[in-house]
């Protein structure tokens, strides 16, 4: 997340790559209303849009802690953006 702070894309896509299947699935889960389609396309939306914040607040988040995170730190701060919580 450091390096994803400083605007490495290369490292926003490691995350991405790590993250994103269970990134999506507990966005889909978020979602109970609707049929499968109606509920699939609502949650590739509000994935994007979720990471689109990680992309954004990821300076502010190491601002706020002041200095880098654990891997598992990391993990749960993507993962909680999914569901619209804000951890750490």
Do not use: C, I, K
Not at 3 to 9: E, F, W
Not at 23 to 47: I, K, N, T
Not at 53 to 59: L, M, N
């Amino acid at each position: 997340m450091t390096a994803v702070a400083r605007g490495d894309r290369t490292a926003f896509g490691r995350v991405y790559d790590l993250l994103s299947g269970p990134f999506y699935r507990l966005v889909l889960l978020g979602l109970r209303a609707g049929d499968r389609a109606g509920r699939e396309a609502v949650a590739e939306q509000a994935a994007l849009d979720a990471w689109t914040g990680v992309w954004r607040d990821a300076p502010q988040l190491l601002r706020r802690r002041g200095g880098a995170l654990t891997s598992a730190e990391a993990a749960a701060w993507v993962l909680a953006r999914a569901t619209g919580s804000s951890a750490a």
